[in-house]
Structure formats: C-alpha cells, structure tokens
C-alpha cells in the first residue's frame, strides 16, 4: 500500500535527506520525501500507524508527519536542544513553501494563479495582483458530532451523549471561507452605501436650482459634513484596497488595486488638502464662491463601486466552483459495519481495507469496493453522467458516493480515503482548475506592462489637458487622469482564462469527462487525428470464451492448464478464460516461471508441462511451425471478428480458445460524430488482421492497423507528429501507456487499468467513445469561452482608456466621470466570471 503524508519542520535539503532516511530506517517502509511540497511517499507491505513514524522523526528533531486527507496530526513537544533546525545551526536562509500541482486540502490560492501553483496557509489576499485568496476545497473532511442538549460533548464518530443518553447529531461545518469573505464584504458594501449615499446627494445638490441644503447648513459646513461620512467609507469599508495599493508598490508587484488605490487616494487626499487650506489652490480650482471644488462624492462612490465588484466576484467565484461542492457533496459521512453478524454505524474515516460493509436501499456507496452478497440497481450519474441506474450483482465493483436503488447488499472495502474515484475525481478537478492553458501567456505578457502604461497615460492626460484643455484646465486634466486610473482593468484579463478553464473542468467532471490540466482542454480542441485502441476502447472489454477447440488431449484438462496459466495475468481475455474455466469445474493447478509476453501473449509451466497462449507471433518466437491445419480454422473465426488464441503444450500446438468481445453500441455514432467534426479515426491493434478487419468493417472504419505491438504503436504516432498532426490516443490497458504518454491528448477509458488513467491527460468515467466527443465539444465551448473573455477584456480596456482620457470631448464634448469608470470597471471582472459561468449550462 502506497500513501501520501505531509511532513512539517522541513526548510532545506538537508532536512529533507534527513527525515527520508529516518523513515527508511523504520522496517517496512519504503519512503521517498520531497521538500516541495513537503510530504513523503510511503509505501509499506502491510500498514504502519503513523505514531510510530511520528516517535522516530520526535527523537531526531521538530518534525510532524501527517497522512494527508487526516486532520489528526502526531507533534510532540520538542526537547530544548532540538528547538534549532539543522539550518539555523547552519545560518541557512528561509525557503518559500510552494505547492507541487498536487493541491492540499483546506490550502488558499490565487484565482490568477499569479504564482503559478503556490498555495498559502491562511485566507487574505495575493501578494502579486491583490485579489481574494480561494480556499482549496476539503474532500473527505472528518465529521464530528455533539448533543443536542450537551454541546461540549464533542467525539468523532456517531454515538450516544454519556451525560443525558441522546443520540449524538453531527455538528454542522463552519461555513467556507468563500461564504465568510462574501459575508464581510456585504456588510463592510451596506457601510460604504450608508455613508456614500449623503455624500452623494450633498455633492450633487449643486445641480439643484436654488439648492435646498444651503438653506439649513452653509457651502462650507457641508464640505465638512463630507469629510466626517467619507471617514467610515475609506478607512474601515474600503481600507483594504489602499493596503492592496500600498503592497503592491512596496513589492512592485503592480495591479488593479495600484490604479484604484492611486486614483481614489488622490482624489481623496485633493479634498482633504482644499478643506484645511484652500488658500494654497489656484483660482481654476475654485468656485465663483470662493470654494475649492472637492472630491469626497468621487473617491467614495468609487470605492464603493469598487467594493461593489469585489461583492458580485466573491458571489460569482462561489459559482465557477461549484461542480466541485457538487461532487464534494456525493461523499457520505457514515457506513454500517459487520462485526460479528451485527451492524454498526461508524465514520467512513474508520473504514478500512478489508471490512464488510451493508449498504441499505438509498444509501450512498461509502467507498469504492466488490459486492459479496446481494444484487440491486446503482445510480451512477453522479460519477459517469449517464442517467439510466446500473444493475449490479456478486463480484460487480461499486464506486463511493453513488446512491443505492431498492435492495441491500454488503460489499467488501477495497479502496478507501484518498484512493476512492470519488476522491480521485475531486483532486483531477482541483488541479486542472488551478493550471494554466497557454492560451493564457499572452495576456501574462501584456499584464506584466499594463499597470506602468496606464500610470502614464493617466500622468500623459493630466498634462495635456493642462496645457491644451478649456478653462478650468487643471482642473479638467486632473478629473480625467483619475478616470483613465480608474477605468482600467487588469483583472479582466487575468481572470479571462483561470474562470473558463474552471468551469469547463468542472463541468466536465459531472459529465463524465476528467480532465487532467487546461492545456489538454486547448490541445483537445485542435486534434485532427484519434488513434483508438480496440479491445475495452471500441469493444466492451468484457470478452468471454465461445468454445475451446483441443487437436491432441482431453478438453477439461487442457482448459484448466491454461487458466491456471492466465490466473497470473491481468489482461482482459485472460480473465475470460480463468472465468470459463471456473463456470466448466476445470481444476486450476499452480504456475511455475510465468511470463506475459507483450502484444503475443503468456508462457508457464503447470505440473512439468510448457504451456503456451497466444497470437500466431508466440508460437514463431517459441519455435512452433507444425500449426498450419490449425490456421486455418482459425482464419474463419478470424473473419467473424472474433479473437482467437492459440494453445501450445511442449512447444506442440494442440488447440484453439475463441473469444468474443461485444462492439459497444456508442463506437458508431461516436465515430462518425467524429469524422463529422474533421477528425481521422484510426484504430491501432495488436489483434490479427482478420479480426480487425472484420471490425473496422462493422465501424465503417477506413484506417486502421493490426498485429501492433505497444512499441508500434508508439511509431506510428510519432509518424503522424513529424507530419504536424495533433494526435489524441484512447486505450485502457497497460499496453497502452507509452502511447497515450506520446499523443498530444492521452484519453483513457475509466474502466481501464491505474497505468492507463495515470499516463493520460484526460479520463472518460464510463469508458466509451461518446466520452470522446464530449470531451472535443467540451474543449471546444472552453476555448471559444476564453477568446470571448480575451476579446471582452482587451476591447474594454482598449477602448475605456482613451475614452477615460477625452478622446471624445473634442468631437462630441463628451467626458466620462471618474465615478462612471469605476462602475465600468467593477462590471468588466464581473463581466468576464458571468460569461464564464455560461459554461454550465451547455450541452455537450
């Protein structure tokens, strides 16, 4: 068993090599430790708990281990002499902590993903563009329940309250961080309006005919009336987008939040100045009254048009997440264990490898595992997108979070935790939300300049005006430079990819589709060519034996030698076999030097004799030539589209075993849906070239290659990427890995071997080719998502800027106000996350 564990107190190399040898040292362990991320990589024969990885680390230094998806973590006070690291000792410099693409529950990180894939310990903002960290989604999380009546009765597991006797009820999650920063920013949004809205009725009372207000208080006190409302406004509600400006100067890491800081400061600032000493400003800069024109109407409206977007960003953040708090919520807390004949409820956090579980009608799947007992129906949609409920009977698997139909069943666990589908499924979507699609290095590029520019402008506009522009000129220049600061939107662009890629992996997610990062959804959509495995990709991968056909010995016999030879193989038609086998009472005997011979088939030796399955290439390897009457049956089964395997006893061919594997209904339609949309489909097999052929011909199939050997395989798309074709690979077996590795898009079918999904960049849950054509529209729809925000994004700011500067007032006397630019602006992230959000709602 192979597990994940994050180890803290580690800060250089040398802590690193030291704590990797201090878990090797433990027997039974087999560990392998990275300092970023830091975790280790253990593998043990049979479980070892934590504490004792825990108490070896304790006794050579302040190190913690902790098995990840666990919140329990195993520290120890450490000794006096031990409160220094190795690298204090050694004068080392601090290390930044970054993520390795492997997301860490509960973690924060930036929706630009400005640092790439770094992850931070604590909510706040991005150090880079200033905007909200998102909390990583926490899957599997334990679930701890209390007493209605005794809330300080608090256990991990499901119960009874020792005090009163009540049955223990779970106690509710505290609410995501997304919920709390939308919360706070609603509240501090219904402060800024408060104290905004007077301002703005006191400003705009000037446009009054014989304005109202002066009959109660006098120009000046109301001057000072602003300035009392707009404390609240810039220094509790809006104080955290001067902060953002402030870092971001000091770290010269310049953002959206510099221009709004910049352009509301000094408005701010100008106002202030002209209330305590208007004798300084020139004449341009007052009223026929006497009085310096102030700006608290424009900086708070604008800040609070600014803390408006930020509201409707946190709202719709909340929403580009959503397919995952959708998958998150299939996870069930609870099993019913049989211990002993008896059920018991416990915490799915206590299941473990090897327990049987019951499973009542409506119950979710606790995690994923093999019925022992029972038949009934599964709702799967959850997991693979296909609706109709799966029957499933004695040794069928099951996947966690899928929901039981009418009858129980008990199941044996097998796969727990992290390693259940479910779980899997969570962290693919986690990661390929937070990686970034080349599209995206374009508007990387232009962000890096964006902010510097628009300062320039700004400073640019103010001087032009002033020297060019209508009395009062100052006054004019100094109104539009802060529009053309405020109007500006960097974030639009940033946001234009990370939103759509999102959405897009989320979506695919509850389709079916796992996609691995956002450049394979780029990629996707580019393909020209789908090479396709036969076996399990086009068929059913589920072959079962139509006859057995022995020359020379009894049937039974010869059966249960090569069954008992294929028991040690993990390919499909093996399994048939040993199936077969079992179903005729062939008696299955041990195996002696066992060999699987790639792309021909398997070699061992029962009770003295050399058995030999497989293609025509084995028997010419093992030196058979005495097999042409057998040919020559086994050319018509051949032309029938069955699989035929030759059986040789003592390098003496005896016999045949046919086996049939079902065409899966979708493979047609998909195809030619495929071919619809310009791509070639070519079908690469190791399976003979009768067989192939009689296949191709059923899947109206015009390219395609028999007898390949994963090597050849791997040729032949290199072949086709010499010849600038973008190649997409599906197949689901061990044989398919180096090749779906090459292809420009590895596609594996779900049902399919751990190599297989590891080496592909996408992951068809159910395992058909329709899975395919979902994924080439989902692709699609992504990228034609991502080059509207794109076009959105730069046509704003391409066209707000000069028109924030007064490129219009000389032919239409039009300006805008600094206070229209900041709505403008707050609405373009918007914009952008709404147009995103689009997504969820395509059919693919």
């Not at 040794?395 to 479910?422: H, P, R, W, Y």
């Not at 300062?455 to 506009?461: K, W």
């Not at 789908?530 to 059913?540: A, F, H, P, R, Y």
């Amino acid at each position: 068993m192979t597990h994940t564990y994050t180890i803290t107190g580690m800060s250089c190399n040398g802590c690193r090599t030291k704590v990797e040898k201090i878990l090797n040292a433990i027997d039974g362990i087999a560990a392998q430790v990275s300092l970023t991320p830091p975790e280790a990589i253990i593998t043990m024969k049979e479980h070892i708990a934590t504490e004792v990885m825990q108490k070896a680390l304790t006794a050579a230094g302040n190190y913690t281990i902790e098995m990840q998806g666990s919140h329990h973590k195993h520290t120890a006070e450490p000794k006096p002499e031990e409160k220094k690291s190795c690298c204090s000792v050694a004068g080392a410099h601090e290390h930044k902590k970054e993520s390795s693409h492997k997301a860490t529950a509960g973690k924060y990180y930036c929706p630009m993903h400005c640092e790439g894939d770094k992850e931070y310990d604590a909510p706040g903002d991005c150090p880079v563009c200033g905007m909200d960290l998102v909390q990583q989604s926490i899957l599997n999380q334990r679930t701890q329940y209390t007493c209605p009546m005794h809330p300080e009765v608090v256990q991990d597991g499901p119960g009874s309250c020792p005090i009163c006797g009540m049955d223990l009820v779970p106690i509710t999650p505290d609410a995501s961080e997304e919920s709390k920063t939308y919360d706070d920013l609603l509240f501090k949004m219904k402060i800024a309006v408060l104290f905004t809205v007077p301002i703005f009725i006191i400003a705009m009372s000037d446009m009054i005919p014989n304005n109202p207000l002066l009959k109660i208080l006098d120009y000046g006190t109301w001057n000072w009336v602003q300035f009392a409302l707009s404390i609240p406004v810039v220094f509790y509600a809006c104080w955290m987008f001067f902060k953002r400006a402030w870092k971001s100067i000091v770290t010269w890491n310049l953002n959206m939040f510099t221009l709004i800081g910049i352009g509301a400061g000094v408005a701010f600032l100008f106002s202030i100045v002209g209330l305590f000493f208007p004798e300084i400003f020139p004449a341009e800069f007052k009223s026929h009254s006497g009085h310096v024109g102030l700006y608290f109407e424009a900086a708070t409206v604008i800040l609070t048009l600014v803390l408006l977007g930020q509201l409707l960003e946190a709202r719709a953040h909340s929403q580009t997440s959503g397919a995952i708090k959708e998958l998150m919520k299939l996870a069930p807390t609870e099993a019913t264990l049989i211990v002993d004949g008896e059920d018991k409820r416990i915490s799915i956090h206590d299941i473990k490898k090897g327990d049987v579980l019951r499973v009542k009608p409506g119950d979710k799947i606790p995690v994923d595992g093999k019925i022992i007992e029972g038949n009934t129906t599964i709702d799967e949609s959850m997991i693979s997108g296909e609706p109709i409920p799966v029957d499933k009977k004695q040794d069928d698997n099951v996947i966690a979070g899928t929901i039981n139909g009418t009858q129980s069943f008990t199941m044996e666990a097998e796969k727990v935790g992290s390693e259940t589908l479910l779980s899997q499924i969570v962290q693919m979507v986690n990661d390929a939300s937070r990686s970034r699609a080349p599209i995206q290095k374009l508007a990387d590029s232009i962000a890096k300049y964006f902010v510097p520019i628009v300062v320039g402008i700004s400073i640019i506009t103010f001087f032009i005006w002033a020297q060019w522009g209508p009395e009062p000129a100052l006054v004019y220049g100094f109104i539009n430079a802060i529009a053309v600061l405020i109007i500006a939107c960097p974030c639009a662009l940033g946001l234009a990819t990370p939103m759509s890629v999102m959405v897009g992996v989320g979506k695919g997610a509850l389709s079916g589709v796992l996609i691995k990062n956002a450049e394979a959804i780029e990629k996707m959509d580019k393909i020209d060519v789908l090479i396709t495995d036969k076996t399990g990709t086009l068929t059913e991968g589920k072959p079962s034996v139509e006859k057995i056909v022995v020359k020379d010995g009894d049937e039974n016999e010869v059966l249960g030698k090569i069954a008992s030879v294929n028991r040690s193989s993990e390919h499909p038609l093996a399994e048939a076999v040993v199936t077969f086998a079992k179903a005729k009472k062939a008696s299955l005997s041990k195996v002696d030097k066992f060999e699987s011979i790639t792309g021909k088939g398997v070699i061992g030796f029962v009770a003295n004799d050399k058995i030999s399955i497989g293609n025509k290439k084995l028997l010419e390897q093992e030196g058979i030539k005495d097999f042409s009457a057998l040919e020559q049956e086994v050319i018509i089964e051949q032309k029938l589209g069955k699989t035929v395997s030759y059986i040789a006893i003592n390098d003496t061919a005896v016999g045949y075993i046919t086996i049939t594997d079902a065409i899966k209904k979708t493979s047609f339609e998909a195809i030619q849906e495929l071919k619809r949309q310009g791509v070639e489909v070519v079908m690469l097999t190791g399976d003979n070239e009768n067989t192939a052929k009689a296949v191709a011909a059923e899947l109206n199939l015009t390219d395609f290659k028999a007898s390949c050997l994963p090597q050849d395989k791997l040729e032949y798309i290199k072949a086709l990427q010499t010849k600038g074709k973008i190649v997409a690979m599906a197949g689901d077996g061990i044989n398919d890995a180096p090749a779906l590795a090459q292809a420009d898009i590895g596609i594996a079918m779900g049902t399919g071997t751990d190599v297989a999904i590891e080496s592909a960049k996408i992951t068809l849950v159910k395992g058909d080719l329709q899975g395919i054509v979902k994924a080439k529209n989902l692709s699609h729809a992504v990228m034609k998502n991502i080059k509207q925000n794109l076009f959105f994004a730069f046509f704003y700011n391409v066209l707000g800027v000069p028109i924030a500067a007064g490129i219009l007032y000389p032919f239409f006397g039009l300006l805008l106000s600094p206070m229209i630019a900041a709505l403008a602006m707050s609405f373009s992230s918007v914009s952008v996350i709404a147009n995103a959000l689009r997504l969820r709602s395509i059919k693919i």
